[in-house]
């Protein structure tokens, strides 16, 4: 049973934009924070973004100024719109649903390639 799935990956020129979506279950979206992280090649996973369910936002340094967070929770969708793409800026990029609490399960998305080069 798919859980979350990403989409809006590819390759784009270095100043470019893409919007990522991440669309999950109903009962998984309505009660977590949502988080982006990203990953790339030799490098651990990153945290990018996050949207609480009351719509607080938070962008990781790197970030700030380029990218935007948000969701909309009538899709059950969180999405990371990216500007500014820079060659750093490729990497995997994963949707979270976040634990509530100790225990709880935890969910990820299969990925979505990002790729800024010209």
């Known amino acids: 049973q798919v859980q979350l799935v990403e989409s809006g990956g590819g390759l784009v020129q270095p100043g470019g934009s893409l919007r990522l979506s991440c669309t999950a279950s109903?009962?998984?979206?309505?009660?977590?924070?949502m988080v982006w992280f990203r990953q790339a090649p030799g490098k651990e996973r990153e945290f990018v973004a996050g949207?609480?369910?009351?719509?607080?936002?938070t962008l990781a340094d790197s970030v700030k100024g380029r990218f935007t967070i948000s969701r909309d929770n009538a899709k059950n969708t969180v999405f990371l719109q990216m500007n500014s793409l820079k060659p750093e800026d490729t990497a995997v990029y994963y949707c979270?649903?976040?634990?509530?609490?100790?225990?709880?399960?935890?969910?990820w998305g299969p990925g979505t390639q990002v790729t800024v080069s010209s």
């Open positions: 979270n649903a976040v634990k509530r609490y100790l225990g709880d399960r935890e969910y």
């Open positions: 109903a009962s998984i979206f309505s009660v977590r924070t």
């Open positions: 949207c609480t369910t009351g719509g607080t936002t």
